[in-house]
């Protein structure tokens, strides 16, 4: 808790006038993931993240000296300037039907890469992409439904998108559902 508390105490004071774009993108990507830890531990013991009132729309953090949600935090410093869908996969909610928080801290000088690598592994994941070949059914989170309009920006649909990533397509005619999103605490 000790080291979590110094690198929250970090985001917050950071200086982020002499950083470029890409170097923007993955503060914010690695702040996002770090307060939900740093919350996480703050709340603990939870069952979920949503059993701590405002966990992602009302506490407040200072982040490079401004005062914002989680959710201002995932939209206006990530969603809206960078316009990159990936970035859904890259942040750790710390629910179970979230992308799994990655080992490592995101880096300016690989993120493109590390971003496509996080796509990858989630949309190719049988237990966050569900798909059932003799019934032609694909079910898929709940995140493509929310954040559609940005999946469809970057590939012209939903399925698009996903097929850009998997290694396995998923054919036309496969009808799409959404399954329920699992707000328990991951591991």
Known sequence: PAQIKRLYDYIGEADMSSLTD???????INAYNLIVIYQVSTYYPLKSPMDASGFFDGVKHKVAGE???????????????????????????????CPELASFAYDPSTLDNQLTVR???????????????????????????????DFEAEGGSVMAFINKYRRTKIPAGFHTTYYEYDWQLNE
């Open 22 to 28: 890409v170097q923007k993108k993955a503060f914010f």
């Open 67 to 97: 005062m914002m949600t989680l959710n201002a935090l995932e939209i206006k410093k990530l969603l809206i300037p960078y316009k990159d869908a990936r970035i859904h996969f890259a942040l750790a909610c710390a629910a179970k039907s």
């Open 119 to 149: 796509t990858r592994k989630s949309i190719n994941d049988p237990l966050w992409l569900r798909v059932d070949q003799e019934k032609k059914e694909l079910a898929i989170s709940k995140i493509f439904q929310w954040y559609q309009k």
